[in-house]
T-cell receptor, first 115, second 113 residues
Framework: GAGVSQSPSNKVTEKGKDVELRCDPI?????LYWYRQSLGQGLEFLIY????????KSGLPSDRFSAERTGGSVSTLTIQRTQQEDSAVYLC?????????????FGPGTRLTVT | KNQVEQSPQSLIILEGKNCTLQ??????????LRWYKQDTGRGPVSLTI?????NTKSNGRYTATLDADTKQSSLHITASQLSDSASYIC????????????FGQGTTLQVKP
């Protein structure tokens, strides 16, 4: 079946602009996770959804970052007034549930470059 | 603080050789440990997952070990191939109902002909 897809694959934007990153999880997966991978750094948790609810937003680096999920499926990560330090690869993963034993399946990521 | 540390940071080996990557963690309460392979420009793909009671797991030429007492894991790659060139990430999950993962910084492996 289809895996996790993300769009766009690459995004170049000017400092100060807003960007939206999209994640399409595997059908039927109720849990969805957003991570950020900066150059030379490990993956960093941003936020997760169980259904349409986001119980844990603790990883969002600032109030310029927000995310939503609709219909228990597609999720959008929005970054307002982008800064150069926002440049990174943003990865999305989905899972059948939030139990720690469930496998997380990752999308290919969106590479964001803020100039 | 929950942490995962990997070594070495990078590694170059010749095709056909074996190698071993290391992972140390301080995550509590421990649920499971995973090794992921991440090709350049792609998302991570799971290789193995081990729970507390498992001390070894294989996936083809990849063999992971886990010592829950010393909180150490290793990933052994046998008879390396050029396609093994990638970043290998050790990921630990704490026992919770959130599914949050704690990632190591990865080991970048380059296999040369």
């Amino acid at each position: 079946g289809a895996g996790v897809s993300q769009s766009p694959s690459n995004k170049v934007t000017e400092k100060g602009k807003d960007v939206e990153l999209r994640c399409d999880p595997i059908s039927g997966h109720t849990a969805l996770y957003w991570y950020r991978q900066s150059l030379g750094q490990g993956l960093e948790f941003l936020i997760y959804f169980q259904g349409n609810s986001a119980p844990d937003k603790s990883g969002l680096p600032s109030d310029r970052f927000s995310a939503e999920r609709t219909g228990g499926s597609v999720s959008t990560l929005t970054i307002q007034r982008t800064q150069q330090e926002d440049s990174a690869v943003y990865l999305c993963a989905s899972s059948r549930g939030t139990a720690s034993t469930y496998e997380q399946y990752f999308g290919p990521g969106t590479r964001l470059t803020v100039t | 603080k929950n942490q995962v540390e990997q070594s070495p940071q990078s590694l170059i080996i010749l095709e056909g050789k074996n190698c071993t990557l290391q992972c140390n963690y301080t995550v509590s309460p421990f649920s499971n440990l995973r090794w992921y392979k991440q090709d350049t420009g792609r998302g991570p793909v799971s290789l193995t997952i081990m729970t507390f009671s498992e001390n070894t797991k294989s996936n083809g030429r990849y063999t992971a070990t886990l010592d829950a007492d010393t909180k150490q894991s290793s990933l052994h790659i046998t008879a390396s191939q050029l396609s093994d060139s990638a970043s290998y990430i050790c990921v630990v999950s704490a026992r919770s109902n959130t599914g949050k993962l704690i990632f190591g910084q990865g080991t970048t492996l380059q296999v040369k002909p």
